[in-house]
């Protein structure tokens, strides 16, 4: 079954600076690879998601995450925060073979104004 | 507005009673899927459902049991078997090729006195 890292679970970086969240996975067949959000005291929504094509997906909110195959990394990225991007994210990775959807530990993101 | 209602939003329940969390959907999606939530833990599979009558295991299955009678429904029932049941629950739809949950629900979150 694929797995999941998420690495430095607590982010705290002041607005206007640069965010990037690493996301890793460990399986070897074709998956599909999403980034979810959760911010305080909302429901978890779909930020972007990657199927095939282009491996740079473009997301909500200035959002973008970059596939790339060799590393089995499918990072996040935003160059510039604001303090309503305080919230949780969550790596997500669905292998297409099993149709299983595995999570990372998330990453909890605190923006300062 | 359609959505998913999961309810209670929070429940306690005595040590060794089974308990049963609902998740009811009226966006007509095919597939339903309960998830726990720990601190720094993500999200892990409980159970899915892709069609009534169906469902299958996921990473976390023991101590959890589900049905999936009707289409809108999808049950999770904690038994007292789960060895450490206090945590937060999602439940969450998506179409039946969509191959990710695409809606989640509020959550129950449920303490085990």
């Known amino acids: 079954a694929q797995s999941v890292s998420q690495h430095n679970h607590h982010v705290i970086l002041s607005e206007a600076a640069s965010l990037e969240l690493g996301c890793n996975y460990s399986?070897?067949?074709?998956?599909?690879l999403f980034w979810y959000v959760q911010y305080p005291g909302q429901h978890l929504q779909l930020l972007l998601k990657y199927f095939s094509g282009d491996p740079l997906v473009k997301g909500i909110k200035g959002f973008e995450a970059e596939f790339i195959k060799s590393k089995f990394s499918f990072n996040l990225r935003k160059p510039s925060v604001q303090w309503s991007d305080t919230a949780e994210y969550f790596c997500?990775?669905?292998?297409?073979?099993?149709?299983?959807?595995?999570f990372g530990k998330g990453n909890q993101v605190v923006v300062i104004p | 507005d359609g959505g998913i209602t999961q309810s209670p939003k929070y429940l306690f329940r005595k040590e060794g009673q089974n308990v049963t969390l609902s998740c009811e959907q009226n966006?007509?999606?095919?597939?339903m899927y309960w998830y726990r939530q720990d601190p720094g833990q993500g999200l892990r599979l409980i159970y899915y459902?892709?069609?009534?009558?169906?469902?299958q295991k996921g990473d976390i299955a023991e101590g959890y049991s589900v049905s999936r009678e009707k289409k809108e429904s999808f049950p999770l029932t904690v038994t007292s078997a789960q060895k450490n049941p206090t945590a937060f629950y999602l439940c969450a739809t998506g179409t039946a090729i969509s191959n990710q949950p695409q809606h989640f629900g509020d959550g129950t979150r449920l303490s085990i006195l």
């Open positions: 459902s892709q069609i009534v009558n169906d469902f």
């Open positions: 399986y070897g067949g074709t998956v599909n």
């Open positions: 966006l007509n999606h095919d597939a």
């Open positions: 997500a990775v669905n292998a297409r073979e099993n149709n299983r959807l595995a």
